[in-house]
């Protein structure tokens, strides 16, 4: 059965400094994995997304995943955060049955000053 | 385009009381649907799912229920609620026959329970 691991419940990182979180998939071949944002009291907001057309994803608000077979990774990355970038961030990946999603348990990302 | 709507956005109830949480979703149709509830300080929990008016599948059983009266309607439900029922809720929705499960959130209900 498809899983999702997020290593890392919290991550804090300065303002201007690199995003990175990290999620990690296990199966054979994972035809489609996500990123999804949640700002506080909001729903969740798709990211990114792939779907096995190019290894490197680009998504909103200048986030980036690349998925990597070898390592069944497919980290978050953003080259300079920015404050508005605090939120939860969840990876995800079709799995629990052929209509669902199987979400990680989450990364809390904190921007500081 | 489509859209979801969740109402109310907050509910604060007492326990023992009913509970009634809506969720509609505009400019689809036959769409999948989803509950989920986020716990203080945990992740995403599916409580049930709906492929078509009527049918409902149960993911975790407890004191919820669900029912789909009308194709883009979904109805989250308690008779008593219990302390554990405090939440945020969230509802989604999925195009039938999309291969990757790509699922649609609404904006959520945040549910305390005192």
């Known amino acids: 059965a498809q899983s999702v691991t997020q290593l890392g419940s919290h991550v804090s990182v300065s303002e201007g400094a690199l995003v990175l979180l990290r999620c990690n998939y296990s199966s054979s071949v994972p035809p489609y994995l996500f990123w999804y944002v949640q700002y506080p009291n909001q729903g969740l907001q798709l990211l990114l997304k792939y779907t096995s057309a190019a290894t490197l994803v680009k998504g909103i608000n200048g986030f980036e995943a690349e998925f990597k077979k070898s390592e069944t990774s497919f980290h978050l990355t953003k080259p300079s955060a920015h404050m508005s970038d605090a939120a939860e961030y969840f990876c995800?990946?079709?799995?629990?049955?052929?209509?669902?999603?199987?979400f990680g348990s989450g990364t809390q990302l904190t921007v500081l000053p | 385009s489509q859209t979801i709507h969740q109402w109310p956005a907050t509910l604060v109830q007492p326990v023992g009381s009913p509970l009634s949480l809506e969720c509609t979703v505009e400019?689809?149709?036959?769409?999948?649907l989803y509950w989920y509830r986020q716990a203080a300080g945990r992740g995403l929990q599916l409580l049930f799912y709906?492929?078509?008016?009527?049918?409902i599948s149960s993911e975790v059983p407890q004191n919820l229920s669900a029912s789909r009266p009308q194709d883009r309607q979904f109805i989250l439900s308690s008779k008593k609620l219990l302390l554990s029922d405090s939440g945020f809720y969230l509802c989604?929705?999925?195009?039938?026959?999309?291969?990757?499960?790509?699922?649609?959130f609404g904006p959520g209900t945040r549910l305390t329970v005192l």
């Open positions: 989604a929705w999925r195009v039938p026959g999309r291969a990757n499960n790509e699922q649609f």
């Open positions: 400019g689809t149709s036959n769409p999948n």
């Open positions: 995800a990946a079709p799995g629990g049955s052929a209509r669902q999603l199987t």
């Open positions: 709906s492929v078509g008016i009527g049918q």
